[in-house]
């Protein structure tokens, strides 16, 4: 074999080695500053110069990452699919910064959806608004479940930002626990929210979130909420079969079990309403 052979073959090794994370990821690691240190994230860059629109994607109990470092493939399906759309996509990671794995059985949370996360979230949105390639006044936010219930939090008319730097633009909520929130006197959004959900959810219920949704409309918020029929927790998963889930910290019947699986017509659904959703003025 020439000289040249032999380089040849060591590029396409080479290329066989990094290709896959290259076409599977498209995405690059990046650290965000909090009061605290920091904590990590994955960002997603749409091709072109920007400056580009973005989102801020809070991940649920089990976290952002699946086995052997791979991102989970709800993940990896949004931000690809978002990136593609022309979205910016930066999602902290609440849970492994901090050495924890999944949450999903934790009852006594040390990472809480209403103050902890909250502060990430904040701090993702001044992370992007530092870099040239942002719109600054244009990043939203959008979580699942454990995220979603984040986002409620996050979009409370007495949280408000006082750094002086423009708002979240609107949210997006996928199956959050509502309860909370719900029942909370004080709870107003301040700003556009889209909640999206199972009404057969036995994780999160729907009921909750349907109270929540009424009851800020009747005050001119402008909170939609859209209930799937027959659709479950996980309904937007690419490929999920449904099936039940033990050990879980916080379920609607109070076992610990629920049950969990892709929904196809709500997901392809979903995926139109937040894409028009976040385009809208």
């Given at each position: 074999?020439?000289?040249?052979?032999?380089?040849?073959?060591?590029?396409?090794?080479?290329?066989?080695?990094?290709?896959?994370?290259?076409?599977?990821?498209?995405?690059?690691?990046?650290?965000?500053?909090?009061?605290?240190?920091?904590?990590?994230?994955?960002?997603?860059?749409?091709?072109?110069?920007?400056?580009?629109?973005?989102?801020?994607?809070?991940h649920g109990c089990g976290g952002l990452w699946r086995e052997q470092g791979m991102l989970s493939i709800r993940h990896t399906d949004w931000g690809e699919r978002l990136a593609a759309a022309g979205f910016a996509v930066l999602m902290p990671d609440s849970f492994g910064s901090r050495g924890l794995g999944s949450q999903c059985g934790v009852k006594d949370l040390t990472v809480r959806a209403g103050r902890e996360r909250v502060a990430d979230a904040t701090a993702a949105r001044i992370w992007l608004q530092q870099r040239t390639d942002i719109r600054p006044?244009?990043?939203?936010?959008?979580?699942?479940?454990?995220?979603?219930?984040?986002?409620?939090?996050?979009?409370?008319?007495?949280?408000?930002?006082?750094?002086?730097?423009?708002?979240?633009?609107?949210?997006?909520?996928?199956?959050?626990?509502?309860?909370?929130?719900?029942?909370?006197?004080?709870?107003?959004?301040?700003?556009?929210?889209?909640?999206?959900?199972?009404?057969?959810?036995?994780?999160?219920?729907?009921?909750?979130?349907?109270?929540?949704?009424?009851?800020?409309?009747?005050?001119?918020?402008?909170?939609?909420?859209?209930?799937?029929?027959?659709?479950?927790?996980?309904?937007?998963?690419?490929?999920?079969?449904?099936?039940?889930?033990?050990?879980?910290?916080?379920?609607?019947?109070?076992?610990?079990?629920?049950?969990?699986?892709?929904?196809?017509?709500?997901?392809?659904?979903?995926?139109?309403?937040?894409?028009?959703?976040?385009?809208?003025?």
């Amino acid at each position: 074999m020439s000289s040249l052979q032999r380089l040849a073959a060591c590029v396409f090794s080479f290329a066989l080695l990094i290709g896959p994370a290259l076409s599977a990821g498209g995405y690059e690691r990046v650290s965000i500053p909090i009061s605290e240190g920091t904590i990590t994230g994955v960002f997603y860059r749409p091709a072109g110069p920007g400056p580009f629109p973005a989102v801020i994607a809070l991940h649920g109990c089990g976290g952002l990452w699946r086995e052997q470092g791979m991102l989970s493939i709800r993940h990896t399906d949004w931000g690809e699919r978002l990136a593609a759309a022309g979205f910016a996509v930066l999602m902290p990671d609440s849970f492994g910064s901090r050495g924890l794995g999944s949450q999903c059985g934790v009852k006594d949370l040390t990472v809480r959806a209403g103050r902890e996360r909250v502060a990430d979230a904040t701090a993702a949105r001044i992370w992007l608004q530092q870099r040239t390639d942002i719109r600054p006044a244009q990043i939203s936010l959008i979580g699942w479940s454990g995220g979603g219930s984040t986002v409620l939090a996050a979009i409370r008319t007495d949280r408000s930002p006082a750094d002086g730097r423009p708002d979240f633009k609107r949210a997006i909520a996928f199956y959050p626990a509502c309860r909370v929130q719900s029942e909370s006197p004080s709870f107003a959004a301040r700003m556009p929210l889209l909640v999206l959900m199972g009404d057969a959810d036995d994780w999160t219920p729907a009921a909750p979130c349907s109270y929540l949704a009424k009851a800020a409309r009747a005050r001119g918020e402008p909170v939609e909420l859209v209930l799937y029929p027959g659709a479950l927790h996980d309904f937007d998963h690419p490929r999920l079969e449904v099936r039940e889930r033990e050990n879980i910290a916080y379920s609607a019947n109070g076992t610990g079990k629920v049950t969990v699986g892709t929904n196809m017509a709500a997901r392809e659904d979903a995926m139109k309403r937040v894409k028009a959703f976040l385009n809208a003025p």
